[in-house]
Nanobody, 121 residues
Framework: QVQLVESGGGLVQAGGSLRLSCAAS????????MGWFRQAPGKEREFVAT????????IYANSVKGRFTISRDNAKNTVTLQMNSLKPEDTAVYYC??????????????WGQGTQVTVSA
């Protein structure tokens, strides 16, 4: 069982940065892949980034590659998404998820409640 709580969302101007954090509880965190997804109003939840259990492997959506960085600290049970050069199209609710290394929603069995990110033009 893994429980996830996201934080760090907010309102930022285009070109700005935000840092999202996900605090996890549960003994399986250090062996789980972690992912970030996002969902904009009226759209399906989409993959943003994933990191494997050790932090040694990451995958990014093409839309965020070079701007976002996912990292994890297994000693602190946290995963972070550093978002730079934000664009209005990055506006969405961002979700943290735990599961296997995957770019699809079905690859993750545990989800946080989400945190809103709004990027103004």
């Amino acid at each position: 069982q893994v429980q996830l709580v996201e934080s760090g969302g907010g309102l930022v101007q285009a070109g700005g940065s935000l840092r999202l954090s996900c605090a996890a509880s549960g003994r399986t965190f250090s062996t789980s892949a972690m992912g970030w997804f996002r969902q904009a109003p009226g759209k399906e939840r989409e993959f943003v980034a994933t990191i494997n259990w050790s932090g040694g492997s990451t995958i990014y959506a093409n839309s965020v590659k070079g701007r976002f960085t996912i990292s994890r600290d297994n000693a602190k049970n946290t995963v972070t998404l550093q978002m730079n050069s934000l664009k209005p199209e990055d506006t969405a609710v961002y979700y943290c998820a735990a599961g296997r290394t995957s770019m699809v929603v079905d690859g993750y069995g545990y989800w946080g409640q989400g945190t809103q990110v709004t990027v103004s033009a």
